[in-house]
């Protein structure tokens, strides 16, 4: 009895996981909605339910009932699975977070998150690929070139980090910062890091893999229906692991404490808050800011870091 509890335990703790994860993701939507609403002077969803409460189920039955359109000269397999593997990378990438309940145990949490949000690229690379538009490509191919140009500065901020926490699970970051949160020691890595994020989940100011007014919406301009919803959700689940993180990583979050929801609620406003405020940033600037500005000066932070490791130890 007792292995079968330790085999079917972190099975059934996955499964909770992803169905709240999915939850949050279409009330994450709703507040997104009313925020916009907020800053734009109008009113968000307030007809379907309470406060429009039940808006995002609504919009969820919508797409998941209309056609599903193949285009004719579209790769057909790669073109239907992208979605599919994309929403799944996203919520697998949950999995290397510090529970305390009865799920994974990850010694190498971090280069799992690594693993996953790399993988991610080749979604949405095939995406725009196996849809035979010329737009799609080209949102997919300035999406891998934002994507790569970010995570290089992602790993090295982390890697800075990790020199002082000395190890890859992510619960040491739990323990060390019981006394001191981590964004008073770190402030610009923080900045950098929410800033470096905004491009990861291509989100504005830094949507060029979706930009409407340039590229008629993308790698995702042949998707509709349930192959978009897909490829949303697993936008916004990116959004709030990211979130997630960010709390973790500079907000010294307890995750079984009531204290880290307000947290990450108020790093997910963040993102919409940036989202109202900011126009759409000019390419070659984003990618100047990745090359020229974020990589020397995280390469300096990571030495300076090194530096204090080894003075110490």
Known sequence: MILNLDFFMPMLSSLLLIVFVM???????????????????????????????????????????????????????????????SLFMS?????????????????????????????????VMLAGWSSNSLYALLGSLRAI???????VALVIMLMSILFLINSFNLIYFEI???????????????????????????????????????????????????GFALIFLAEYASILFMSVLFSLLFLGSNMISFYFFFKLTFISFLFIWVRGAYPRYRYDKLMNMAWKSYLPVVLNLLFLFIG???FLF
Do not use: H
Request: hydrophobic letters at 50%; charged letters at 10%; one cysteine or more.
């Open 23 to 85: 939850i949050s993701v279409a009330f994450l939507t709703l507040l997104e909605r009313k925020v916009l609403g907020l800053i734009q002077i109008r009113k968000g969803p307030n007809k379907i339910g309470i406060f429009g409460i039940l808006q995002p189920f609504c919009d969820a039955i919508k797409l998941f009932t209309k056609e599903q359109i193949l285009p004719y000269f579209s790769n057909s397999i790669i073109y239907y699975f992208s979605p599919i593997f």
């Open 176 to 226: 060390f910062q019981i006394n001191l949160w981590f964004i008073f020691l770190f402030f610009p890595v923080a900045i950098m890091w929410f800033i470096s994020s905004l491009a990861e989940t291509n989100r504005t100011p830094f949507d060029f893999a979706e930009g409407e007014s340039e590229l008629v919406s993308g790698f995702n301009v042949e998707y509709g229906a349930g």
């Open 145 to 151: 070139a934002q994507t790569i140009s970010y995570e």
């Open 91 to 123: 919520l697998l990438i949950w999995f290397c977070l510090p529970f305390l309940v009865k799920m994974y145990s990850f010694s190498l949490g971090v280069l799992f998150f690594f693993c996953c949000m790399s993988f991610g690229v080749y979604m």
């Open 308 to 310: 204090i490791y080894l």
